[in-house]
């Protein structure tokens, strides 16, 4: 069984920065390819990031390209999702998840083998 429990949500201006954090349990998170979903009001949840097991590859949604990077410390049994130049068409519920596989896509990536519960962020001036 792994937990996930992000933190670092919170309320910033557009043009700002927030690194959320998704902390892992269990002797497995290496084991695991980590994604980053987003979920905004009224909307469907959408996948932001992910990143393989050894961190190595990364993929991204064309709408965070650029300004958004995903990396993970096995060590610390961490995932990061750094997140600059912030709009507010970013403001939603950030999730993390782990699934074994790397690379799911819609909508294979509904089906994650684990989720964390998230932690809002609030892009607004």
């Known amino acids: 069984q792994v937990q996930l429990v992000e933190s670092g949500g919170g309320l910033v201006q557009p043009g700002g920065s927030l690194r959320l954090s998704c902390a892992t349990s269990?002797?497995?998170?290496?084991?695991?390819?980590m994604y980053w979903f987003r979920q905004a009001p009224g909307k469907e949840r959408e996948s932001v990031a992910a990143?393989?097991?050894?961190?190595?590859?990364?993929l991204y949604a064309d709408s965070v390209k650029g300004r958004f990077t995903i990396s993970r410390d096995n060590a610390k049994n961490t995932v990061y999702l750094q997140m600059n130049s912030l709009k507010p068409e970013d403001t939603a519920v950030y999730y993390c998840?782990?699934?074994?596989?790397?690379?799911?896509?819609?909508?294979?990536?509904?089906?994650?083998?684990?989720w964390g519960k998230g932690t809002l962020v609030t892009v607004s001036s």
């Open positions: 998840a782990a699934d074994r596989t790397y690379g799911k896509t819609y909508p294979n990536d509904r089906n994650m083998d684990y």
């Open positions: 269990g002797r497995t998170f290496s084991y695991y390819a």
């Open positions: 990143i393989s097991s050894g961190g190595v590859n990364t």
